[in-house]
């Protein structure tokens, strides 16, 4: 079965740090590119970033301001984004979601994992 | 960068109802649109793409069409487990995605 679990979600003060995790399996993860999506709370879909197969090609979206990290290991079939000075706005529930590379669509999705930045 | 707006930002309907979706881009985007359905409390799941691909296992009842600036999605008939939150989302500047601000799905 094709899976994405992601973990690492939590409470963290405002300019604090986190790394999530994205863990793949039944589909060789090595081949896929893969995004990042963020939920804030009563919210729409934001997407977040996006990382090639290879890490040869990284995107991000504008609002981040280089403050978030996205990176893979492809030998272990995990996807990370690691995040830096937290902010409120920040809060949101975080996907991971596989890139159809042929047909620019996200087909698998994780079930997400929650960030909550607060004092 | 793109911007997606969907209307109606909510919607009461029936069960059996027809009911229509539509997303409308900044600019043209082609064919690169793609909606997802999204129930409380779960990840959103792929329905159409390129404007008008049923994705592998979505039912027949969906179907999406345009191109250039104007998008639908229609449920033909809709069903119980249809209720839920749809989004458009261009991936014409791919992998710079854009979701529209959704659609709520209501039982009237």
């Known amino acids: 079965e094709v899976q994405l679990v992601e973990s690492g979600g939590g409470l963290v003060k405002p300019g604090g740090s986190l790394r999530l995790s994205c863990a793949a399996s039944?589909?060789?993860?090595?081949?896929?590119?893969m995004n990042w999506v963020r939920q804030a709370p009563g919210k729409g879909l934001e997407w977040v970033s996006s990382i090639s197969s290879s890490s040869s090609y990284i995107y991000y979206a504008d609002s981040l301001k280089g403050r978030f990290t996205i990176s893979r290991d492809n030998a272990k079939n995990s996807l990370y984004l690691q995040m830096n000075s937290l902010r409120a706005e920040d809060t949101a529930v975080y996907y991971c979601?596989?890139?159809?590379?042929?047909?620019?669509?996200?087909?698998?999705w994780g079930k997400g994992t929650t960030v909550t930045v607060s004092s | 960068d793109i911007q997606m707006t969907q209307s109606p930002s909510s919607l009461s309907a029936s069960v059996g109802d027809r009911v229509t979706i539509t997303c409308r881009a900044s600019?043209?985007?082609?064919?690169?649109l793609n909606w997802y359905q999204q129930k409380p409390g779960k990840a959103p799941k792929l329905l159409i793409y390129t404007a008008s691909s049923l994705q592998s296992g979505v039912p027949s009842r969906f179907s999406g069409s345009g191109s250039g600036t104007d998008f639908t999605l229609t449920i033909s008939s809709l069903q119980p487990e249809d209720f839920a939150t749809y989004y458009c989302?261009?991936?014409?500047?791919?992998?710079?995605?854009?979701f529209g601000q959704g659609t709520k799905l209501e039982i009237k």
């Open positions: 600019q043209s985007i082609s064919s690169y």
């Open positions: 979601a596989r890139d159809n590379n042929s047909g620019y669509y996200m087909d698998v």
């Open positions: 989302q261009q991936s014409y500047s791919s992998p710079k995605y854009t």
């Open positions: 039944g589909f060789t993860f090595s081949t896929w590119s």
